[in-house]
């Protein structure tokens, strides 16, 4: 089993590097690796636009690959958290919360110079995301059925949508515009200022995951587990809110509303593996969910940006969480 998961690891980092170099390299203007690695080192390039579309390339596919592994880290501790393999930060309304903060700023005019970057808009995703999560928490002592529990979650996102929209009437032509188009998700975009700011709050919260693996090990095993274990129960959900909520909002503020990849990836990590060590699980779904995000960007700019990227991760995602359903308890099957 120690084998099967190294084996897991090594092929999935091989395929995330091997689509990297893909997504820098291939496009409308394609750029040999061997000038890559010379307008990298020596800020030089044979032709100059190539130093320009580089740099985009390269920050476009750095940020599939964090924003990937985020949403699919958080979507692991949701469905370890909720005990239920649909759990994830866009069906249970989170990345609905997240948006909406998003909005408020936005929409309100509050953005500082309009921009994604602001402080503002970062804290405002984050605190809409875990008003969600905490608001769940609180109706699931309440509900005992898992789907019920995600048409909840999905109640919540029609809820949130329902004030996004009025924020629309209270908005001017080019705040909308702003929001519309950042709405449609996307990895395009990022300076290099913003990309150290993203790449430092998904690399800093997805280390802090990893103090929760004892925690996540015996909590899979049921609550009464955890307990007897001595972990203290209040500090690890706790805990877990924070992840899940920084990671999906970060994501969402910077790339927009990005779907199935929090519910898709964990699924096929754990068919593949069938590991249950969360030790490996975290580290692997991270990988998975870059290997996602960064395939799915590459199929966006290869359609020369006709598709949009939620599309393409509903074509790997949907049939995931049908077979899922499938799989779950007959009971569910009748509703």
């Known amino acids: ?68 592994g985020a949403l699919a880290v958080s979507g692991l501790i949701l469905q370890v958290y909720f005990r239920n393999p649909l759990a994830g930060p866009g069906v249970l309304g989170i990345t609905s919360g997240a948006s909406l903060g998003v909005a408020a700023v936005i929409l309100g005019g509050f953005a500082l110079e309009n921009q994604l970057t602001g402080v503002s808009v970062i804290l405002s995703g984050v605190i809409g995301a875990s008003l969600v999560l905490f608001l769940l928490l609180f109706l699931s002592r309440f509900i005992r059925n898992q789907v019920t529990l995600l048409v909840v979650g ?97 994501v969402t503020v910077y790339c927009g509303p990005i779907s199935f990849i929090g519910i898709a990836v964990p699924q096929i990590i754990r068919l593949i593996s069938r590991s249950k060590n969360h030790a490996f699980l975290i580290p692997a779904c991270f990988l998975g969910g870059a290997f996602l995000g960064i395939s799915s960007d590459l199929i966006v700019r290869l359609s020369a940006n006709s598709l949009p990227l939620n599309t393409v991760t509903a074509l790997v995602g949907a049939p995931i969480i049908i077979w899922t359903i499938i799989k779950m308890n007959r009971q569910f099957a009748s509703l």
Do not use: C
């Not at 750029?31 to 985009?56: C, H, M, R, T, V």
């Open 1 to 68: 089993m120690i084998h099967q998961d190294k084996l897991l690891i090594s092929v999935v980092i091989i395929g995330v590097a091997a689509l990297f170099v893909l997504n820098v390299s291939y496009g409308d203007v394609s750029i040999p690796i061997a000038d890559q690695f010379y307008i990298l080192s020596s800020g030089k390039a044979e032709i100059s636009s190539w130093s320009y579309i580089l740099e985009n390339r390269l920050f476009r596919s750095i940020t599939a690959v964090l924003g990937g």
């Open 154 to 250: 999905l109640m919540i996102g029609y809820f949130t949508a329902a004030f996004v929209n009025t924020l629309f009437l209270w908005a001017d032509q080019s705040e909308t515009r702003a929001f519309v188009i950042w709405g449609l998700g996307s990895f395009e975009g990022l300076d290099k200022t913003q990309l150290i700011t993203f790449a430092l709050l998904v690399l800093l919260v997805t280390f802090i995951s990893v103090f929760t693996v004892k925690g996540l090990n015996a909590m899979a095993l049921g609550h009464e587990y955890l307990r007897s274990l001595g972990i203290r129960t209040a500090r690890l959900k706790l805990l877990m809110i924070i992840i899940t909520s920084v990671l999906a909002a970060t």
